[in-house]
């Protein structure tokens, strides 16, 4: 049973940069495939990125392709999310989703089964 913890969320101004990290323990994560969904309040949570299990594949939501970076230390059980450029649309709660082996689909969050509490990210104007 792999247990997921997400830190690095806070308050940044438009434009600045945050880094996200999704600790992972109780599995062999490095065969896990990834992913950093998020949730607006009022909205529904929604994909942002996902990785392979070797980190030689990534997959971007359109609203954050060219401004995020989704990697991967296998010999630290930890997914990041380097997030540049941030608008004020990009707060959310910010959630880590792993799974073993490959998803159907990389974007639906129904592939995940395993998740972290989240950490809130808050973009000011």
């Known amino acids: 049973q792999v247990q997921l913890v997400e830190s690095g969320g806070g308050l940044v101004q438009a434009g600045g940069s945050l880094r996200l990290s999704c600790a992972a323990s109780?599995?062999?994560?490095?065969?896990?495939?990834a992913a950093w969904f998020r949730q607006a309040p009022g909205k529904e949570r929604e994909f942002v990125a996902a990785?392979?299990?070797?980190?030689?594949?990534?997959y971007y939501a359109d609203s954050v392709k060219g401004r995020f970076t989704i990697s991967r230390d296998n010999a630290k059980n930890t997914v990041f999310l380097q997030m540049n450029s941030l608008k004020p649309e990009d707060t959310a709660v910010y959630y880590c989703?792993?799974?073993?082996?490959?998803?159907?689909?990389?974007?639906?969050?129904?592939?995940?089964?395993?998740w972290g509490q989240g950490t809130q990210v808050t973009v000011s104007s």
């Open positions: 990785i392979n299990w070797s980190g030689s594949s990534t």
């Open positions: 989703g792993g799974r073993h082996g490959y998803p159907g689909a990389w974007g639906s969050q129904r592939e995940y089964g395993y």
């Open positions: 109780g599995g062999t994560f490095s065969s896990y495939a």
